[in-house]
Nanobody, 117 residues
Framework: VQLQASGGGLVQAGGSLRLSCSAS????????LGWFRQAPGKQRELVSH???????NYADSVKGRFTISRNNAKNTVFLQMNNLKPEDTAVYYC????????????WGQGTLVTVSS
């Protein structure tokens, strides 16, 4: 599975951005699509995931501000990020969960989100 992400950029605190990620290849192997992020000096962390049947989960830090959605026909996942905060600044990585296949994970290239105060 190959993932192509887009939509990062620079925004002021309180602003919004929308990330997109398109999947190609062995689409049938995908259980869930979503986003991780990694801030400078920190570990990569889960932001949000959405399963093929539409179940979603969010990190506590983004609940109520971020919304994940999926266009199954286009194999694309979106992350609408509202009320952005400086602590949301990170490189965001699109992720596909391919369990029980090996490798289990597929990653897209990172897209940088910078939120200025």
């Amino acid at each position: 599975v190959q993932l192509q992400a887009s939509g990062g950029g620079l925004v002021q605190a309180g602003g919004s951005l929308r990330l997109s990620c398109s999947a190609s290849g062995s689409i049938g192997d995908i259980n869930a699509l979503g986003w991780f992020r990694q801030a400078p000096g920190k570990q990569r962390e889960l932001v949000s995931h959405i399963t093929t049947d539409g179940r979603t989960n969010y990190a506590d830090s983004v609940k109520g501000r971020f919304t994940i959605s999926r266009n199954n026909a286009k194999n694309t996942v979106f992350l609408q990020m509202n009320n952005l905060k400086p602590e949301d600044t990170a490189v965001y990585y699109c992720h596909a969960d391919l369990w029980p296949n090996i490798p289990q994970h597929s990653w897209g290239q990172g897209t940088l989100v910078t939120v200025s105060s």
